[in-house]
């Protein structure tokens, strides 16, 4: 089995800033894509960003020039820097692995804890 845990969330005023990091607590036989998704209260979990094995990063159009997802594959982590925050950037943010955890099993997806995000006016 394996571990997603992620870090880095809190209470920032609008316009500030915060870096949200997810490790994984082993390493994937393959990953297809990590990625970033968020749950705001009363509301169904969105995309956010993406990024495949390759380096493409994919975002949803509400954060496109705000926020960045980054990884490092040797330490099997994903982040997520987010700058010029709003109000509605307020959600659970759950970091999410697509990969292969060992040899012989298939692709399946892989979800973290979450991590609050609260961005006050």
């Known amino acids: 089995q394996v571990q997603l845990v992620e870090s880095g969330g809190g209470l920032v005023q609008a316009g500030g800033s915060l870096r949200l990091s997810c490790a994984a607590s082993?390493?994937?036989?393959?990953?297809?894509?990590m990625g970033w998704y968020r749950q705001a209260p009363g509301k169904r979990r969105e995309f956010v960003a993406t990024?495949?094995?390759?380096?493409?990063?994919n975002y949803a159009d509400s954060v496109k020039g705000r926020f960045t997802i980054s990884r490092d594959n040797a330490k099997n982590t994903v982040y997520l820097q987010m700058n010029s925050l709003k109000p509605e950037d307020t959600a659970n943010y759950y970091c999410?692995?697509?990969?292969?955890?060992?040899?012989?099993?298939?692709?399946?997806?892989?979800w973290g804890q979450g991590t609050q995000v609260t961005v006050s006016s």
């Open positions: 999410n692995i697509v990969g292969v955890l060992n040899l012989g099993l298939t692709t399946s997806d892989y």
């Open positions: 082993r390493r994937f036989f393959s990953i297809n894509k």
């Open positions: 990024i495949t094995i390759d380096g493409t990063a």
